[in-house]
């Protein structure tokens, strides 16, 4: 994470649990009374760590290592005690966190770990008091809110380990549906062409009309492959959005008005009055709206009603797009977002994800409901522009 990022979310916690300069002073005025309990603690951390196994296992060095990581336990006492709790100090302590990580100690090994130093620094503390009890008692509960939040920068670089392997499996899980979308929809063209490339070079003296149909359906299925690249590389260049508040009713007619619908289809709006802008990409909710409202047609091949229909809640407009075709089963809706799953007999898949990472990427989401026999409704989300997150 950035350093700059990850003092911001530092200070966002301080404030969350009411950290105050006051309570770094009390904490820092502690270090003279409590380091001389320093290496105890230390030797007693090391000591347990040695009678599990499990932890035991991310020390590969020996004794040589142990001694290291006892040293360095000592500095990160003594910074604990320092009073400074600046950038550089909330990146330290992170990258020590993120070192658990990458050594491959279980988390949960982390924070009893921390939980163990502590119990001693409490109990050090308690036992060379000599002051009044209610001052022993903001003592205590400071020095435990700054442990907290050291444990919460902990917790943080595990988190983000754990998202990058999630984002790394989700694309080589995306790579693969990828891969397998593309053979299937390249297969079919590139049959036909060896078919119809194979009677060219074998064929004995064919008629003309034969070859030209031939070449033909070489140059169609040649179309279509493109049809395929194309689609794919669209997909994965939509560009960032930039932002500014629309009128959600006037592009939603505009975007009516450019498209010949099918002769048998009714189109119903229903927008309120006085519907809040939306903060949103003007040209990139049209791509969505255009492929929501083709695929509502595209669901009624005997015509029926296409309603468009506004609403707001709270920080945010709801733009609607339902058909009263056939609607979809359970199985169908569950996956009708996932890129390269069609409905259709020449559905390239891709229409419905492509409109859902756009709608995601201006901040909103794509949610669909649908009844068999009753139609479906896609429905975006988009935040307006006072939304704040």
């Known amino acids: 994470m950035h350093p700059d990022r990850l003092f911001e979310r530092y200070a966002e916690l301080q404030r969350y649990v009411g950290w105050s300069d006051a309570q770094a002073g009390l904490v820092a005025s502690l270090r003279e009374r409590l380091e001389p309990s320093f290496p105890a603690l230390v030797e007693d951390f090391y000591a347990e760590i040695e009678c599990h196994p499990a932890a035991m296992r991310v020390i590969t060095g020996g004794p040589e290592q142990i001694q290291r990581l006892k040293g360095t336990l000592v500095h990160w006492l003594r910074e604990l005690f320092s009073g400074r709790y600046d950038a ?7 990258r020590i966190g993120y070192r658990h990580v990458e050594i491959g100690l279980d988390q949960v090994f982390t924070n009893v770990a921390l939980s163990r130093l502590r119990a001693g620094l409490v109990d050090a503390l308690e036992r060379g008091w000599d002051g009044p009890p209610e001052d022993l008692l903001r003592a205590q509960r400071s020095l435990n809110t700054l442990i907290d939040l050291d444990l919460a920068l902990i917790e943080d670089a595990y988190q983000t380990e754990f998202a990058q392997r ?10 693969g549906q990828v891969a397998g979308g593309v053979a299937h929809e390249l297969r079919n063209p590139l049959n036909v062409i060896r078919t119809s490339a194979f009677y060219l070079l074998n064929a004995r003296q064919p008629p003309p009309e034969k070859v030209r149909t031939h070449l033909e359906r070489i140059e169609r299925q040649v179309g279509l492959a493109d049809g395929v690249i194309v ?3 669209n997909f994965a260049r939509m560009g ?18 450019t498209r010949e619908l099918p002769a048998g289809v009714r189109t119903v709006v229903d927008c309120p009055d006085g519907l809040p802008q939306a903060l949103v990409d003007a040209s990139q909710l049209r791509i969505v709206l255009d492929n929501l409202v083709r695929n509502a047609c595209e669901a009624m091949p005997e015509g029926g009603v296409l309603t468009l229909r506004g609403a707001a809640f709270s920080e945010f407009v709801d733009l609607s797009v339902s058909d009263t075709g056939k609607g979809m089963e359970p199985g169908t809706l569950a996956r ?6 069609s409905t259709k007999a020449r559905g390239m898949g891709l229409g419905l994800p492509m409109a859902k990472a756009i709608v995601e990427k201006n901040g909103g989401r ?10 479906a409704t896609f429905t975006v989300r988009l935040q307006t522009p006072g939304r704040t997150r």
């Open 366 to 375: 794509l949610s669909a409901a649908s009844t068999p026999g009753e139609g």
């Open 336 to 341: 009708v977002m996932e890129p390269f799953f």
């Open 166 to 175: 999630q984002q790394a499996a989700e694309r080589l899980a995306l790579i």
């Open 231 to 233: 689609s794919l590389v």
């Open 88 to 94: 550089d100090y909330v990146a330290r302590r992170w």
């Open 240 to 257: 960032a959005p930039e932002r500014a508040p629309v009128d959600v009713l006037q592009l939603v007619r505009s975007t009516l008005e």
